[in-house]
């Protein structure tokens, strides 16, 4: 499975933008798409995930508590992409944002740790100027 990420850049506080994560490659054995974000020299922490669901029904979504009402995530099957809708950015926002994805079948690992997730996309900044 390969991921790769696009979509960051520079926004105003207040602003949006909308990360993209393209999915290649056995596609069909991944479980869960997340979405991470860095700003060292903070650990990297789950932004929000979206399961994969089947053809009739939307997969189960989480998100951290920061930015909830905040981002949206979503996917289109047909593309083979799932989406970060981030609304409302603000300065702490700021940090390289990575999509994962998840293909295990039973994991010790609860579903914000990094660990979990096998194949990770190459990271895109996004920087929320105050």
Known sequence: VQ????????????GSLRLSCALTGSIFRVNAVAWYRQAP??????????DSGTMLLSGSTHYA?????????SRDNAK????LQMNSLK??????????????TSSP???SAPQR????????LVTVSS
């Open 3 to 14: 991921l790769q990420a696009s979509g960051g850049g520079l926004v105003q506080a207040g």
């Open 41 to 50: 020299p903070k650990e990297r922490e789950l932004v929000a995930k979206i």
């Open 65 to 73: 508590d920061s930015v909830k009402g905040r981002f949206t995530i």
């Open 80 to 83: 083979n992409t799932v989406y």
């Open 91 to 104: 300065p702490e926002d700021t940090a390289v944002y990575y999509c994962a994805a998840d293909i295990s």
């Open 109 to 111: 690992y609860s579903i």
């Open 117 to 124: 997730y096998a194949y990770w996309g190459q990271g895109t």
